[in-house]
């Protein structure tokens, strides 16, 4: 039973041990497994095993190890059987055949270091006692003896040295030298004060110890206090440089100083004594008051820079201080000791500290960073108003540090068109919604505007902040252009903007106020920056943007800058338009035909060239029709900031107008080919005609030469003399504005725009009139049924024709003659401008009377206005009229 | 006694030192413990082939330990 529970239990730990399995892992699988494994052990037979079979087989194996050039597993094989023998029981043969068993290829995976891993590293010897005292016995004298530690004193430094050396000397192996002393004195590392130094101090701290624990009591003098006027003097010194004294109370948050009045000096009354002290507190308290500020926190750099400032001049004071005290302290000189003295020095040396004290508080009231900047050059021009030359150089100094900081970002702008995102305190700010090229220069940046409407910026920098500002754009738009940067090599080195180089640079310096200084300082400065930038942008706007192109574009297809091609487009349209063509003003054909006609023209680019027609309810016999015909041409971003968008209306408009003028002529023109009859008043109608032509010939002369001309050359001149962006777009607008004023376009001149296309369409019903006469005369053969429906048509229509001129659409016409635009039959005799009725001679006296009026209108209004007006070519187009 | 107690202990610590170095060298993957362990059960009789077979047929059945085996002896 014993032997049965042993060998479950063995084979259970080795099942475990084998597999993983256990009691607490798996329980039922563990069972089973071991209870198969004692099964197997004790129900299957096999035969006993034969131990010479066993030792033959491992002699087999050794061999095997030795064929099979594995020496060294032979060896050690054959080393461990031969260990074995002699430890070897009855079982020791079974448990080798257990091991041949369970053996799986060791020529393969076997190698002599997995026997290495078996035994764990033997750890080295342990240091014991017994060896350290069998190499090195204590048997010398005295090493067992107790040791004086205060054999070497303090006092002996030089001795203390030399120990030193001679420790460091018997760390080394000792070759002949004796082997005493060998354990280093505690005593030769400790220094020991000396006690009567102590003892003076405290000596001469004893008066104020009585002061500070007496001076509650007494309110008044305190007599025999032994304070002496250098004890004074040092507390002062001290005081001033912001260390807490004893006969001066501190208030560590505010800086304030008081003096206690206890105080009291053997030589001099209490009075002046208190009033002496209450003055240095007073010069201690404000100086206080500009530590504390120079602790404060700020965000801001223009802040950061001043309080810096503040600290190197608070400083410099210190040092000031210190150098006052060191003559005191040193024991050679003789120096006069007089707190009067020292008060004064103080007062001197405090004066630039106290200006900015004065500055801070005015500063503290509300804390606009800018306001740091003005103030500062308020002072520094007061300071030498007031002629007080240290107070100045300290206060320009400062003032000039701070505006370093203050021009990092305008330097920013200025030469690479950059702006931090961050930043509140530059006055151009980028406005990231605008990503339209064409309103790069125009609408990208803009000026940032404080409350009140102000520009952001210090006010002795505004006169320079327009080329500031174009600086910075031009920049910009040279990088857009991708202009390549490093053929722009001539930048000017920018001038030193600080004090010495300001203000001392020139002889007569002193006598110049200091904003005059600073503002031709600060030109130059700008100047350096402001140079060869636009010039770059301006020659590529010319050579490779083609401004100079996009201009001749723009009079040739607007302008009328080639009559001949002009004419020639208008000519086909009017052709087109009394060929009663209901599609003579349809795009696509104008478009093709300006095409064909401009393509010549090597300034024009026709592929861009698109032309539009706009809905209109005039009359199509009237001029008004052929200003729906619109024409757009687009122009390269670089180009279009110049010529901005909204100068294309005018542009628009003076193209009307001359097409109108040309319909006018061309109608005029044909109609002297025209033969008339004899019973006709020849003599009224040839004046008619003649005082028309006249009028349209005056018109369009000084429309083309007397304004376009002159203007476009004018315009040009301008352009190439100007320095920047800025200055080429404000000639363009310039010169759009003229154009629109003196072409009679402009708002205010409506009256006589309306005039002049009532004269023109006027000059379209006569020519209308005379084209029906001729017409009718000639077909007087025909079919007279037709002629005369067509005459009963005419009149009836003549006779519901409205006097208006501003109407654009005729109901009555269109419901009487039922040939309108839209109707079945277009009849362009029918189609005319309607203030002409009744028989021919008739319609001529009135065209005539109705002329006479307009053109008088003309003239009276030009000649009025060129009285009033600034404007020559008015009244020089009022005398040609007449 | 107690001498020989120890003796004999060292001498059966001696004889495991020695078959676990031939396990090792014969690459029998049998733990020191293992090993222990068969001494034991042969020695209360249990045939060496047939605990070579359950052995075998363990191994093949729940091969992970085995990893862990070859992991202790390396």
Same mark, same amino acid.
């Given at each position: 039973?014993?032997?049965?529970?042993?060998?479950?239990?063995?084979?259970?730990?080795?099942?475990?041990?084998?597999?993983?399995?256990?009691?607490?892992?798996?329980?039922?699988?563990?069972?089973?497994?071991?209870?198969?494994?004692?099964?197997?052990?004790?129900?299957?037979?096999?035969?006993?095993?034969?131990?010479?079979?066993?030792?033959?087989?491992?002699?087999?194996?050794?061999?095997?190890?030795?064929?099979?050039?594995?020496?060294?597993?032979?060896?050690?094989?054959?080393?461990?059987?031969?260990?074995?023998? *002699?430890?070897?029981?009855?079982?020791?043969?079974?448990?080798?055949?257990?091991?041949?068993?369970?053996?799986?290829?060791?020529?393969?995976?076997?190698?002599?270091?997995?026997?290495?891993?078996?035994?764990?590293?033997?750890?080295?010897?342990?240091?014991?006692?017994?060896?350290?005292?069998?190499?090195?016995?204590?048997?010398?004298?005295?090493?067992?003896?107790?040791?004086?530690?205060?054999?070497?004193?303090?006092?002996?430094?030089?001795?203390?040295?030399?120990?030193?050396?001679?420790?460091?000397?018997?760390?080394?192996?000792?070759?002949?030298?004796?082997?005493?002393?060998?354990?280093?004195?505690?005593?030769?590392?400790?220094?020991?004060?000396?006690?009567?130094?102590?003892?003076?101090?405290?000596?001469?701290?004893?008066?104020?110890?009585?002061?500070?624990?007496?001076?509650?009591?007494?309110?008044?003098?305190?007599?025999?206090?032994?304070?002496?006027?250098?004890?004074?003097?040092?507390?002062?010194?001290?005081?001033?440089?912001?260390?807490?004294?004893?006969?001066?109370?501190?208030?560590?948050?505010?800086?304030?100083?008081?003096?206690?009045?206890?105080?009291?000096?053997?030589?001099?009354?209490?009075?002046?004594?208190?009033?002496?002290?209450?003055?240095?507190?007073?010069?201690?308290?404000?100086?206080?008051?500009?530590?504390?500020?120079?602790?404060?926190?700020?965000?801001?750099?223009?802040?950061?820079?001043?309080?810096?400032?503040?600290?190197?001049?608070?400083?410099?004071?210190?040092?000031?201080?210190?150098?006052?005290?060191?003559?005191?302290?040193?024991?050679?000189?003789?120096?006069?000791?007089?707190?009067?003295?020292?008060?004064?020095?103080?007062?001197?040396?405090?004066?630039?500290?106290?200006?900015?004290?004065?500055?801070?508080?005015?500063?503290?009231?509300?804390?606009?960073?800018?306001?740091?900047?003005?103030?500062?050059?308020?002072?520094?021009?007061?300071?030498?108003?007031?002629?007080?030359?240290?107070?100045?150089?300290?206060?320009?100094?400062?003032?000039?540090?701070?505006?370093?900081?203050?021009?990092?970002?305008?330097?920013?702008?200025?030469?690479?068109?950059?702006?931090?995102?961050?930043?509140?305190?530059?006055?151009?700010?980028?406005?990231?919604?605008?990503?339209?090229?064409?309103?790069?220069?125009?609408?990208?940046?803009?000026?940032?505007?404080?409350?009140?409407?102000?520009?952001?910026?210090?006010?002795?920098?505004?006169?320079?902040?327009?080329?500031?500002?174009?600086?910075?754009?031009?920049?910009?738009?040279?990088?857009?252009?991708?202009?390549?940067?490093?053929?722009?090599?001539?930048?000017?080195?920018?001038?030193?903007?600080?004090?010495?180089?300001?203000?001392?640079?020139?002889?007569?310096?002193?006598?110049?106020?200091?904003?005059?200084?600073?503002?031709?300082?600060?030109?130059?400065?700008?100047?350096?920056?402001?140079?060869?930038?636009?010039?770059?942008?301006?020659?590529?706007?010319?050579?490779?943007?083609?401004?100079?192109?996009?201009?001749?574009?723009?009079?040739?297809?607007?302008?009328?800058?080639?009559?001949?091609?002009?004419?020639?487009?208008?000519?086909?349209?009017?052709?087109?338009?009394?060929?009663?063509?209901?599609?003579?003003?349809?795009?696509?054909?104008?478009?093709?035909?300006?095409?064909?006609?401009?393509?010549?023209?090597? *300034?024009?680019?026709?592929?861009?060239?698109?032309?539009?027609?706009?809905?209109?309810?005039?009359?199509?016999?009237?001029?008004?029709?052929?200003?729906?015909?619109?024409?757009?041409?687009?122009? *390269?971003?670089?180009?279009?900031?110049?010529?901005?968008?909204?100068?294309?209306?005018?542009?628009?408009?003076?193209?009307?107008?001359?097409?109108?003028?040309?319909?006018?002529?061309?109608?005029?023109?044909?109609?002297?080919?025209?033969?008339?009859?004899?019973?006709?008043?020849?003599?009224?109608?040839?004046?008619?005609?003649?005082?028309?032509?006249?009028?349209?010939?005056?018109?369009?002369?000084?429309?083309?030469?007397?304004?376009?001309?002159?203007?476009?050359?004018?315009?040009?001149?301008?352009?190439?003399?100007?320095?920047?962006?800025?200055?080429?777009?404000?000639?363009?607008?310039?010169?759009?504005?003229?154009?629109?004023?003196?072409?009679?376009?402009?708002?205010?001149?409506?009256?006589?725009?309306?005039?002049?296309?009532?004269?023109?369409?006027?000059?379209?019903?006569?020519?209308?009139?005379?084209?029906?006469?001729?017409?009718?005369?000639?077909?007087?053969?025909?079919?007279?049924?037709?002629?005369?429906?067509?005459?009963?048509?005419?009149?009836?229509?003549?006779?519901?024709?409205?006097?208006?001129?501003?109407?654009?659409?005729?109901?009555?016409?269109?419901?009487?003659?039922?040939?309108?635009?839209?109707?079945?039959?277009?009849?362009?005799?029918?189609?005319?401008?309607?203030?002409?009725?009744?028989?021919?001679?008739?319609?001529?006296?009135?065209?005539?009377?109705?002329?006479?009026?307009?053109?008088?209108?003309?003239?009276?209004?030009?000649?009025?206005?060129?009285?009033?007006?600034?404007?020559?070519?008015?009244?020089?187009?009022?005398?040609?009229?007449? | 006694?107690?001498?020989?107690?120890?003796?004999?202990?060292?001498?059966?610590?001696?004889?495991?030192?020695?078959?676990?170095?031939?396990?090792?060298?014969?690459?029998?993957?049998?733990?020191?413990?293992?090993?222990?362990?068969?001494?034991?059960?042969?020695?209360?009789?249990?045939?060496?082939?047939?605990?070579?077979?359950?052995?075998?047929?363990?191994?093949?059945?729940?091969?992970?330990?085995?990893?862990?085996?070859?992991?202790?002896?390396?």
């Amino acid at each position: 039973m014993a032997h049965t529970s042993t060998v479950s239990a063995l084979s259970g730990e080795l099942v475990a041990s084998l597999t993983g399995l256990s009691t607490s892992k798996d329980a039922a699988a563990f069972k089973r497994v071991r209870e198969g494994a004692v099964r197997a052990f004790r129900t299957q037979q096999y035969a006993r095993t034969n131990q010479f079979e066993v030792h033959k087989t491992l002699d087999g194996v050794v061999e095997k190890f030795q064929i099979l050039y594995r020496e060294d597993l032979a060896e050690a094989l054959d080393l461990r059987l031969k260990k074995l023998q *002699p430890l070897s029981t009855k079982w020791t043969p079974e448990i080798l055949s257990l091991l041949l068993e369970l053996s799986d290829r060791p020529l393969e995976k076997t190698t002599l270091s997995d026997l290495d891993r078996l035994r764990p590293p033997v750890p080295p010897p342990q240091l014991t006692w017994q060896d350290i005292l069998r190499e090195d016995p204590l048997t010398e004298e005295g090493v067992w003896d107790d040791i004086d530690y205060a054999a070497h004193g303090s006092s002996d430094e030089d001795s203390f040295y030399v120990d030193e050396e001679q420790e460091a000397a018997k760390d080394t192996p000792a070759t002949s030298i004796a082997e005493d002393d060998l354990v280093a004195s505690v005593q030769q590392f400790s220094i020991v004060p000396d006690a009567t130094h102590i003892e003076k101090i405290r000596r001469a701290q004893k008066p104020f110890k009585s002061l500070s624990s007496h001076s509650e009591d007494f309110g008044g003098e305190l007599l025999s206090i032994g304070i002496t006027e250098l004890m004074v003097v040092r507390e002062t010194l001290f005081m001033l440089r912001g260390l807490p004294t004893t006969v001066f109370d501190l208030e560590s948050e505010t800086g304030i100083v008081r003096f206690k009045e206890s105080v009291a000096l053997p030589q001099s009354s209490s009075a002046s004594t208190a009033v002496l002290l209450k003055e240095l507190a007073g010069l201690g308290s404000r100086v206080n008051a500009l530590r504390v500020w120079s602790r404060e926190q700020h965000s801001v750099a223009l802040l950061q820079s001043f309080q810096d400032a503040i600290c190197r001049r608070i400083w410099a004071f210190d040092r000031s201080v210190s150098t006052i005290e060191r003559k005191f302290m040193d024991e050679k000189g003789c120096a006069v000791v007089s707190i009067i003295e020292i008060c004064t020095d103080a007062e001197i040396l405090a004066r630039p500290l106290l200006q900015l004290q004065g500055l801070t508080e005015d500063l503290s009231t509300r804390l606009y960073p800018l306001q740091c900047l003005e103030l500062l050059f308020d002072r520094v021009c007061l300071a030498q108003l007031t002629e007080d030359p240290a107070t100045f150089e300290e206060l320009g100094i400062i003032f000039f540090t701070c505006l370093q900081v203050y021009l990092r970002p305008i330097r920013g702008w200025m030469e690479d068109g950059h702006i931090d995102k961050d930043d509140r305190v530059f006055f151009v700010q980028e406005n990231q919604k605008i990503s339209d090229l064409s309103s790069l220069w125009h609408n990208r940046f803009s000026l940032r505007l404080d409350s009140s409407g102000e520009l952001h910026a210090p006010h002795f920098l505004r006169a320079s902040f327009k080329r500031i500002f174009n600086t910075g754009k031009t920049i910009v738009f040279r990088k857009s252009l991708e202009i390549d940067q490093d053929q722009d090599t001539t930048m000017l080195l920018e001038p030193s903007l600080d004090y010495h180089s300001v203000c001392k640079s020139s002889s007569d310096g002193d006598l110049l106020p200091f904003a005059e200084t600073f503002a031709t300082a600060f030109n130059e400065w700008v100047d350096s920056k402001h140079t060869v930038a636009s010039v770059t942008v301006k020659q590529q706007l010319f050579k490779d943007c083609g401004l100079s192109r996009s201009l001749d574009a723009l009079e040739f297809l607007f302008l009328s800058r080639n009559g001949a091609l002009f004419q020639a487009f208008a000519d086909t349209l009017f052709e087109k338009l009394d060929n009663r063509s209901r599609s003579w003003d349809d795009r696509f054909l104008a478009n093709d035909l300006m095409e064909a006609i401009y393509s010549g023209v090597s *300034p024009v680019d026709t592929e861009n060239i698109s032309i539009r027609t706009l809905p209109n309810k005039a009359r199509i016999r009237s001029v008004r029709r052929l200003g729906t015909i619109l024409i757009d041409y687009p122009l *390269p971003w670089p180009i279009a900031n110049i010529i901005r968008k909204h100068s294309m209306p005018t542009y628009q408009k003076v193209f009307a107008l001359l097409l109108q003028v040309y319909r006018a002529a061309y109608l005029l023109r044909r109609l002297a080919f025209v033969s008339l009859a004899a019973n006709h008043r020849i003599r009224t109608t040839h004046l008619l005609r003649f005082r028309m032509s006249r009028f349209v010939d005056t018109l369009q002369d000084y429309l083309t030469e007397t304004v376009i001309g002159i203007s476009t050359a004018q315009m040009r001149k301008e352009l190439a003399e100007a320095d920047d962006v800025d200055t080429m777009a404000s000639a363009h607008q310039a010169y759009v504005q003229k154009l629109e004023a003196q072409c009679l376009l402009a708002k205010n001149f409506s009256p006589f725009h309306k005039a002049i296309i009532q004269i023109l369409d006027l000059v379209v019903a006569f020519s209308d009139t005379h084209t029906s006469l001729h017409k009718s005369n000639s077909s007087q053969g025909e079919n007279s049924f037709t002629a005369r429906q067509k005459q009963r048509r005419r009149r009836s229509a003549l006779q519901a024709a409205a006097l208006h001129e501003e109407s654009d659409s005729e109901p009555d016409l269109d419901a009487e003659d039922g040939a309108s635009e839209g109707g079945d039959e277009y009849d362009a005799d029918t189609e005319h401008v309607g203030i002409l009725e009744g028989s021919f001679p008739e319609r001529v006296r009135k065209a005539s009377k109705e002329f006479d009026k307009l053109n008088h209108f003309i003239i009276a209004g030009l000649r009025q206005i060129g009285r009033t007006g600034s404007e020559a070519c008015w009244e020089m187009l009022a005398e040609r009229l007449e | 006694m107690a001498t020989q107690t120890k003796d004999k202990k060292q001498a059966a610590k001696d004889v495991v030192d020695i078959l676990e170095e031939i396990a090792t060298l014969l690459n029998c993957n049998l733990t020191r413990h293992q090993i222990s362990l068969c001494i034991s059960l042969i020695e209360n009789g249990v045939n060496p082939e047939a605990l070579a077979n359950v052995i075998k047929d363990l191994r093949a059945q729940y091969p992970e330990p085995e990893l862990v085996e070859d992991e202790e002896q390396g």
